[in-house]
């Protein structure tokens, strides 16, 4: 008797070869709710993901789903382009008063798109056009997007290569703890800058994560940003921080900047400013920048009503008394205790951590361990994924409302995913 297999699924028959995420995570999921994800077959997953860092407030937040589907039912402006609209003007007098006027940040608001890499393009774009000048200056293992000029800016080599042409106008530079100390910081930047024979084109701008999270979870110290600022200041180029994945709270305060006391030139944000997983981004910038002419930058998909809506919930919600940055700041806290005790069982494996707020990253002496522990983990029940240019650092991404006690669950079992995987 002939059994005939069993056909292909459509994901696979019909699906691009192109998808990533599905590959490490094997199931078909249907349910989610704040921490949790539930497959078509009834079984939870705890989710250390937080969908690359868009959903910092969880699966369908109760209260910005309330927001949205009253939205909806009452049938607001869902498309608007750039027009003017109740759900824009509220979002825009939310975030100024919530999150701009208490940090004294002065910007203009900018919506360049649906993505974080339409922001990073919006802003490299700004600052060329400000400047006059075609050079930008990234660092070594930036990741700032996948659309040509973003990939110019990021330093992952496989990503890069994905363009297929020649990725101009911008130039690396050592990241902090690059050179492990052994050259005081922008030595080589400085002396590239001031040399007449350098080579160097006079840059325009700077882009810099605060944290680098596909990079490998590599944190900048606050006086390497504070300096990077200062030199920025002294060359004339304008200082971009990309907070796409860092900001809306991961690291503690809502912008991952202002431990460092510096006010950026151009902000880009993304991720999980809409705070429900919508598409929404904005580019910010200081107003003297802003000499933009009408429609010359554009896109069918800046005005997103539905994300407006649940991104002046999640500010009103999480942002109004202070109370989310001393949560996450606790939760971080909790997280860096966990990774120290398996660091230490682990210290013949060469294990150790680094992170801030709610981003960490743990990291091996074999770079495959990364992978083998996310995988093991995936069959205990819990989503965590790698990071860095060879896939070597478990990162951590919980949603910033996940319980002191999902915490310790997940903590718990990626302990016991690093003791099977030795």
């Known amino acids: ?33 704040g921490a949790r994800l539930t497959d ?66 002065p910007y203009k608001v900018m919506f360049p798109g649906p993505t974080g890499t339409n922001a990073v393009e919006s802003a490299l774009k700004l600052a060329r056009k400000v400047k006059g000048r075609e050079s930008v200056v990234s660092f070594t293992n930036a990741f700032h997007g996948m659309s040509l000029g973003s990939l110019a800016v990021t330093g992952n ?52 994560e605060t944290v680098q999270g596909e990079g490998g979870i590599n944190v900048a110290r606050a006086e390497w940003l504070r300096a990077l600022a200062d030199l920025c200041r002294r060359q004339d180029m304008l200082l971009i921080v990309d907070d796409i994945q860092m900001g809306c709270g991961r690291t503690g305060a809502f912008f991952s900047f202002e431990e460092a006391g510096i006010t950026p030139d151009i902000v880009t944000l993304s991720k999980s400013i809409s705070g429900y997983g919508l598409p ?18 554009n896109g069918t998909f800046r005005g997103n009503n539905p994300a407006f809506v649940t991104a002046a919930a999640a500010l009103d919600t999480y942002w109004a008394d202070g109370q989310m ?42 770079a495959t ?13 819990l989503l965590l994924e790698t990071s860095g240019p060879a896939s070597q650092v478990v990162k951590l991404l919980p949603p910033l409302t996940v319980t002191p006690e999902e915490l310790d669950e997940g903590l718990s079992v990626l302990s016991r995913a690093v003791r099977e995987t030795v």
């Open 1 to 33: 008797m002939t059994i005939a297999p069993p056909a292909l699924s459509v994901f696979e028959t019909l699906e691009s070869e192109v998808r990533s995420y599905c590959r490490g995570w094997p199931t078909v999921f249907d349910r989610a709710q």
């Open 40 to 105: 078509e077959d009834g079984r939870s997953y705890l989710d250390f993901f937080a969908g690359a860092g868009s959903l910092n407030y969880g699966h369908n937040n109760p209260v910005l789903k309330r927001a949205l589907i009253d939205y909806l039912e009452r049938d607001g402006i869902t498309h608007g382009l750039d027009m003017a609209t109740t759900a824009k003007r509220s979002f825009l007098e939310t975030f100024q008063e919530v999150i701009l006027e208490p940090r004294a940040l």
């Open 157 to 208: 080599a496989f990503k890069r290569a994905g363009a297929g042409i020649p990725l101009v106008h911008g130039t690396p530079m050592p990241f902090d703890h690059y050179l492990d100390g052994q050259v005081p910081d922008f030595l080589w930047f400085e002396r590239l800058l001031e040399d007449q024979g350098s080579g160097l084109n006079k840059p325009a701008a700077v882009i810099v």
């Open 280 to 297: 929404m981004s904005l580019c910010l910038f200081r107003p003297e920048l802003d000499i933009w002419e009408p429609g010359e930058h």
């Open 325 to 366: 940055e001393k949560q996450t700041l606790a939760r971080g806290e909790q997280v860096e205790q966990a990774l120290l005790a398996i660091c230490e069982e682990n210290s013949a494996d060469g294990a150790h951590y680094r992170g801030r707020g709610l981003v960490w990253g743990l990291e091996f002496a074999d």
């Open 369 to 381: 361990r990364a992978s083998k522990v996310c995988a093991r983990a995936f069959e205990l029940g």
